[in-house]
DNA sequence: ATGCCCTATGATATAGGA
């Protein structure tokens, strides 16, 4: 079974290229982030045509995650328990699903911004919740395979940045971010290194400077997996030619696969 | 070398991205 993450950077700009990608790398599953529509906005048609059923949660201009499955779509779960809001707002950031005996999460943690701003908190708030549910999920379903994907927004080591030194007083390399990441290790997931086709296992280049180009990347697109799921992992790896070309997220798919049928 | 930003919106600037 192969199941794939991808911050597509909306998804209405990105239809034409995702149905290419899903044509020509049939995965089973898909967590997108970043949709940047409508639930009545998203392109369902164009997906279904090709054999998925999709759970999305989308609220318009920013955020928007959603689950695209042709192993069946269980069990589906809208957003976190007690997920915190910022400034009033639910925002559209998790989305679970059973697929195929799998549970999977698309993710799309918030960015933070600065680390003196209420969003950086929110970041943190937004980790503790997400590992809450998670945890409970595991608890009660201890050998259900599970994984959480998608757009993490924390680069987990100073490897994972073409040069920490440009990060100074930047999130997504803080210790509280990266502390949030070893407390989801802590109830027994695993960071899954994905395998890097080329250079450095980068999963996001700026679009700003040519960044692609120079080789200034990040990896923030993480797969976060018990120990059913990891067990299961046959090969895992980063779709860099994806981010190459004009009309290209900024974010790379990040593919996993798994043994077992289908 | 896949290259000097991209996306959506009560748009003609702005917010957000990371």
């Not at 997906?47 to 069990?75: F, M, P």
């Not at 599970?146 to 073409?162: C, K, M, Q, R, S």
């Not at 980063?238 to 990040?254: L, Q, T, Y």
Request: charged share 20%; aromatic share 10%.
């Amino acid at each position: 079974m192969r199941i794939v993450t991808w911050n597509v950077n909306s998804i209405g700009a990105r239809l034409e290229r995702v149905l290419a990608w899903l044509e020509l790398h049939q995965p089973d599953v898909l967590a997108l982030q970043e949709l940047k529509c409508t639930d009545a906005a998203f392109p369902l048609m164009e997906i279904q045509a090709l054999g998925y059923e999709v759970a999305t949660w989308g609220t318009g201009r920013w955020n928007g995650v959603a689950l695209l499955s042709k192993v069946g779509l269980a069990d589906i779960t809208i957003g976190l328990t007690d997920q915190p809001e910022y400034e009033g707002a639910l925002e559209p950031r998790a989305i679970g699903a059973t697929c195929n005996g799998v549970r999977v999460w698309s993710v799309y943690v918030p960015n933070g911004r600065e680390p003196d701003h209420d969003h950086y908190a929110y970041k943190l708030e937004w980790f503790a919740a997400l590992q809450a549910t998670v945890d409970a999920e595991m608890k009660a379903s201890p050998a259900l395979p599970l994984a959480i994907i998608g757009d993490f927004n924390v680069a987990p080591t100073d490897e994972d940045v073409w040069d920490i030194a440009k990060f100074e007083n930047s999130t997504h390399v803080t210790p509280a971010e990266r502390t949030a990441l070893t407390n989801l290790q802590s109830i027994g997931l695993v960071d899954h290194m994905p395998r890097a086709l080329k250079g450095a296992p980068y999963t996001f280049w700026d679009y700003r400077q040519a960044a692609f180009g120079r080789g200034w990347g990040m990896r923030i697109d993480l797969v976060y997996a018990n120990a059913p799921f990891d067990a299961a992992i046959t090969d895992c790896w980063i779709d860099r030619e994806e981010r190459k070309g004009k009309g290209a997220s900024d974010h790379a798919p990040v593919v996993i696969d798994l043994t077992g049928a289908p």
